[in-house]
Nanobody
């Protein structure tokens, strides 16, 4: 089992930046794909970005050029650097781990954190 905890969310203005962190404990973190998803009120959980074991990354079109996913296996951590934030980025952000390379489907992620709220004001 893997335990995940997100942090770094907050209330910011449009154009600002935030860096989310995902701290992992339990099984070997480096064996997993790490994904970031977000869920706004009344909407389904949406893929944001994922990073494979070898560092290969995948991004949703809506965040390309603005968000960057990274990981530090030595620290059992993953990060989501979010720049040029927009009000439509407002959501609860979750990190999850999966064993399927590059997957964008929430159903493929086996373990999840509790989420961290990101609110972007206009």
């Amino acid at each position: 089992q893997v335990q995940l905890e997100e942090s770094g969310g907050g209330l910011v203005q449009a154009g600002d930046s935030l860096r989310l962190s995902c701290a992992a404990s339990g099984r070997t973190f480096s064996n997993y794909v790490v994904g970031w998803f977000r869920q706004a009120p009344g909407k389904e959980r949406e893929f944001v970005a994922a990073i494979n074991w070898n560092g290969l990354t995948y991004n949703a079109d809506s965040v390309k050029g603005r968000f960057t996913i990274s990981r530090d296996n030595a620290k059992n951590a993953a990060y989501l650097q979010m720049n040029s934030l927009k009000p439509e980025d407002t959501a609860v952000y979750y990190c999850g781990v999966a064993t399927v390379s590059g997957t964008r489907e929430p159903e493929s992620y086996r373990y999840w954190g509790q989420g961290t709220q990101v609110t972007v004001s206009s």
